[in-house]
């Protein structure tokens, strides 16, 4: 039987072999490390801030900065360079309701594949416009009791409507019986018209006498809110409602169209106080109306003072 001592005292070489192994790997590790670093070129990390990014993005790469977008329909399956077998390089907008879906089916189909269809609701009524086969494709949205301006100043920024070269902004109760898209678009460009709309019938009910289509020119100076056009460039100024030159503004008298003078958004209004609903929402056309000018009024009494000119009309000493 071997004494406990002797059996002890054969077990500190083992333990010091094993305490040296350690020690060994660790240096062998420590320097291998080392040896694989320095053979890989030195990665300098520093923070990205480009100023020339869209705000909010000066802190990604360039090259990664995708500012602008549109409302061609992708597919949920397939590859995606495959999706768009089309580029529509025109776009229009309805602001609607579902009355007047007849009348629109019919201005709809004056469009060529080139136009994208984009219908904004204000009834909010929209799966019935799937009896047209068109609408399947269109882009709708629906949002209760507003105004086309209201939809516009929302859903076109310039940088979603960037890929189409005119935007048409139209009410719904226009007859197009006398209306080419195509031939429009040519006019247009052959003027170099940034803001336009065609000739109204001169006897076709309300209509401005400014407005009106005459029948010796192509077209004339002039336009209204009621079934604009704007050049991609001219609807980046305007949705920041800074005023483009006139000399690019008119009436295209070759294409013309008729107002058919339907109060149907009128009569989304309210009855209050024994007037009918078209009463109210006039009233707050007026209203509206008033606090632009005010606005437009402070606005230019504000610049001018920043610049140390005093305002025209200006009471100021």
């Known amino acids: 039987m071997a004494k406990p001592g002797i059996g002890g005292r054969g077990t500190l070489p083992r333990k010091s072999n094993e305490s040296m192994r350690i020690i060994i790997s660790t240096v062998i590790g420590v320097v291998f490390g080392y040896l694989i670093g320095i053979s890989f070129p030195t990665v300098s990390i520093t923070k990205i801030y480009v100023p020339t ?9 360039p090259e990664i900065v995708v500012p602008e977008s549109d409302f061609y329909l992708r597919r949920l399956w397939g590859n995606p360079d495959e999706d768009l077998t089309i580029r529509q390089k025109y776009l229009v ?12 089916n019919a201005a709809v189909k004056k469009f060529s594949e080139d136009f994208t269809i984009l219908l904004f609701h204000y009834d909010g009524r929209t799966s019935e416009w799937d009896e047209f086969e068109w609408s399947k494709r269109a882009i709708h949205v629906s949002v209760r009791k507003q105004t086309k301006w209201w939809y516009a100043k929302r859903f076109l920024h310039p940088d979603i409507v960037a890929r189409y070269e005119y935007i048409f902004i139209w009410d719904e109760d226009l007859g197009v019986e006398h209306f080419n898209a195509e031939e429009y678009i040519k006019l247009v460009k052959k003027h170099g018209l940034e803001i336009s709309q065609p000739g109204l019938e001169p006897n076709s009910g309300l209509t401005w006498q400014m ?9 004339h100076k002039f336009v209204e ?6 050049s991609r460039d001219a609807w980046r100024c305007v949705w920041h409602m800074i005023q483009p030159a006139h000399e690019k503004i008119g009436v295209v008298d070759a294409q013309w169209i008729v107002h058919q003078v339907v109060p149907s958004l009128g009569n989304q209004g309210q009855a209050e106080n024994g007037r009918a609903p078209w009463e109210g929402v006039r009233e707050r056309c007026r209203k509206e109306w008033g606090l632009f000018q005010t606005r437009l009024a402070e606005a230019e009494k504000a610049y001018y003072i920043s610049k140390g000119i005093t305002p025209p009309n200006s009471t100021l000493v």
């Open 93 to 104: 907008t309805f602001t609607v309701g579902y009355d007047q879906k007849n009348n629109i």
């Open 211 to 219: 407005t009106k289509r005459r029948g010796d020119r192509e077209v």
């Open 225 to 230: 809110i009621m079934a604009t056009v704007f």
């Open 53 to 61: 990014n869209p705000k909010g993005a000066e802190r990604l790469p």
